[in-house]
């Protein structure tokens, strides 16, 4: 039975409708810190649940029974840029009541890290799995702090506690909310909208990207993995490309050819995002639990437009 936090953000809203498919509606109760009566948030059980309040997190895993956690909710970089105080409450004080529930419960737990975990002294090209960590925004370095907290937890309490460090992810279900990679969404929503972008994040500014659905997968593969074989605990790289605006331009322009990427560079999330590896090296989750994305660029770009222009067409030329 699992306590899913965030369930209305990027992640959570398609990993919600996974998981229940996977385990059963009523064994997923999703919760966030807002309501959201739309349809795509029903399925199951949710209730609000403010993750910065320990004695309610305990209480919702308690009475829901849960022997799993997957704790998603937290500020994204820009957003947590612009609030770095509110951030560090946020993103530490709700790792921290997920830790302690887990621990208290017996909970295995799911931790997101990020690519942001690691900074601009971090090799750039095939960025290693114990790369130093030395963020340089508020995030990153609460997602490097969390790492550090989640493997104190699992060797001092043997907590069973396990994170990847995401990279830039594609989606269609929810909008993004306060990234730096979410310019990669807006350019397949605006592709189908208006058949051109203006991107904040600048040519050549390469970064690595992934597939909403190969991110799930991830999260389930490596939860359901052989504890024996896992060599590391809070902090698996995973990717699936690494591509900068201009190579998803190219690869929008194979279905929509007149598609225009132009600019207009956002200073403070293309300094976020020049602190960022460019490639990071996943070898150690393709060894140790399998990990293997389905999707590359082209599969991506195709599946995004498809869904979008659907999307569009249904909602009579609306929001998407
Ligand atoms: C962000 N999408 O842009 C998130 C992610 C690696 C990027 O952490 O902040």
Not at 3 to 9: D, I
Not at 241 to 267: C, K, T, V
Request: hydrophobic content about 40%; proline content about 5%.
């Amino acid at each position: 039975r699992i306590l899913l936090t965030g369930a209305l953000g990027q992640i959570g809203s398609e990993l919600a409708v996974r998981l229940r498919e996977l385990y059963g509606s009523d064994a997923v109760l999703t919760t966030d810190v807002r309501e959201d009566r739309s349809e795509a948030a029903q399925g199951g059980p949710f209730q609000l649940l403010d993750v910065t309040d320990g004695r309610a997190f305990y209480e919702a895993a308690r009475v829901h029974r849960a022997d799993t956690i997957i704790h998603l909710a937290a500020l994204l970089s820009a957003t947590a840029e612009a609030k770095p105080l509110f951030a560090w409450q946020l993103n530490m004080g709700g790792l921290l009541n997920a830790l302690e529930t887990a621990r208290e419960l017996g909970c295995q737990l799911f931790v997101p890290s990020s690519i942001a975990a690691f900074g601009p002294d971090a090799p750039r090209q095939g960025t290693p799995q114990d790369a130093p960590l030395r963020p340089g925004t508020m995030y990153g370095i609460s997602k490097a702090a969390g790492e550090q907290l989640s493997d104190y937890y699992y060797r001092k309490y043997a907590v069973d506690v396990r994170g990847l460090r995401f990279p830039g992810l594609i989606s269609h279900a929810a909008p993004p909310g306060g990234g730096t990679t979410d310019y990669a969404v807006e350019m397949y929503v605006q592709a189908v909208k208006n058949g051109s972008y203006t991107s904040y994040i600048g040519k050549g500014t390469f970064l690595d990207m992934m597939y909403m659905p190969d991110a799930i997968a991830s999260v389930a593969l490596l939860m359901e993995a052989d504890a024996s074989r896992l060599k590391r605990r809070s902090a698996y790289n995973i990717t699936a490309m690494s591509i900068d605006p201009e190579a998803i331009a190219a690869s929008i322009r194979r279905q929509l050819p007149g598609f225009e990427l132009r600019y207009h560079i956002d200073p403070l999330r293309q300094a976020i995002a020049d602190g960022w590896p460019d490639a990071i090296d996943a070898s150690a989750a393709c060894e140790e639990w399998g990990f293997r994305p389905a999707y590359d660029l082209d599969r991506t770009t195709d599946e995004m437009l498809t869904t979008l222009s659907r999307k569009l067409l249904s909602s009579g030329g609306g929001s998407i």
